[in-house]
C-alpha cells in the first residue's frame, strides 16, 4: 500500500500570514495513463470533507485563488498565500493512482497562532 | 445541486449487524464510482471500500474484507453499505463519498458499536 506522511501535522499560522503544508508518497504517484491521482481535502471543525485541489493543482470550483497545490512524482505542497479565518481546519491529501487501497495522509491541523 | 445524505448509524452491540444508506442528487449516479470512507473519533480519514459505476465490481479495506458489503442501485439514486460482525473498532463517522476523485462527500453518520 501507499504510505501518504503529511508535514507538519500541526501548522500555528497568523491570519494574513502563508501556509504550506507537504505530503509525500512513498512511491511515485504517476498513473500509467500519465495522470497524478493525488488531491488535498479540506475538513472545518465539525463538518465533512472537502475536495480543494484535484490531481496535484487543479483547484476545485468555488475555492478561492489563495489555495495552490504543486509538486510532481513523490513530493507534493498545499500552499495558502494568505490564511483567512475560514481556513482553519485539517488538511489531507489522498492518492488515487495505486488503488486499492485509497490512502490519506495523517492530516494537518491548521490553527491559530 | 449536487446533494449525498448519509443514513442509518446507531449503536450497535459488537458483533452486531448495520446498513448505511446514502441517497444522492443532483448528479447522474450511475455514471460515477461511489465510495465509503470512514473517521473514527478524533482520527483521520480512512478509505472502507468502492464500488464500480454499475455495482459489479467491488473494493475493501483489509480491516473490513468479508465483513462489509457495499452495493448500490442505480434506479434508486442509492449506495449502501451492509456491516455485519461490528467491533469495537469501526466506531466511526461513515462518510459516501461521490468520484470523480471524491469530488462529493455526504454529511456522514455515526455508527457507534458498544456493548
Known amino acids: 500500500d501507499v504510505v501518504m506522511t503529511q508535514s507538519p501535522l500541526s501548522l500555528p499560522v497568523t491570519l494574513g500570514q502563508p501556509a504550506s503544508i507537504s505530503c509525500r508518497s512513498s512511491?511515485?504517484?504517476?498513473?500509467?495513463?500519465?495522470?497524478?491521482?493525488l488531491h488535498w481535502f479540506q475538513q472545518r471543525p465539525g463538518q465533512s470533507p472537502r475536495r480543494l485541489i484535484y490531481?496535484?493543482?487543479n483547484r476545485d470550483s468555488g475555492v478561492p485563488d489563495r489555495f495552490s497545490g504543486s509538486g510532481s512524482g513523490t513530493d507534493f505542497t498545499l500552499k495558502i498565500s494568505r490564511v483567512e479565518a475560514e481556513d482553519l481546519g485539517v488538511y489531507y491529501c489522498?492518492?488515487?493512482?495505486?488503488?486499492?487501497?485509497?490512502?490519506f495522509g495523517q492530516g494537518t491541523k491548521l490553527e491559530i497562532k | 445541486e449536487v446533494q449525498l445524505v448519509d443514513s442509518g448509524g446507531g449503536l450497535v452491540q459488537p458483533g452486531g449487524s448495520l446498513r448505511l444508506s446514502c441517497a444522492a442528487s443532483g448528479f447522474t449516479f450511475s455514471d460515477h464510482q461511489m465510495n465509503w470512507v470512514r473517521q473514527a473519533p478524533g482520527e483521520g480519514l480512512e478509505w472502507v471500500s468502492s464500488i464500480s459505476r454499475s455495482g459489479d465490481t467491488m473494493y475493501y479495506a483489509d480491516s473490513v474484507k468479508g465483513r462489509f458489503s457495499i452495493f448500490r442501485d442505480n434506479a434508486k439514486n442509492s449506495l449502501y453499505l451492509q456491516m455485519n460482525s461490528l467491533r469495537a473498532e469501526d466506531t466511526a463517522v461513515y462518510y459516501c463519498?461521490?468520484?470523480?476523485?471524491?469530488?462529493?462527500w455526504g454529511q456522514g453518520t455515526l455508527v457507534t458499536v458498544s456493548s
Open positions: 512511491q511515485s504517484l504517476v498513473h500509467s495513463d500519465g495522470s497524478t491521482y
Open positions: 463519498a461521490g468520484s470523480p476523485w471524491y469530488a462529493y
Open positions: 490531481k496535484v493543482s
Open positions: 489522498m492518492q488515487g493512482t495505486h488503488w486499492p487501497p485509497y490512502t
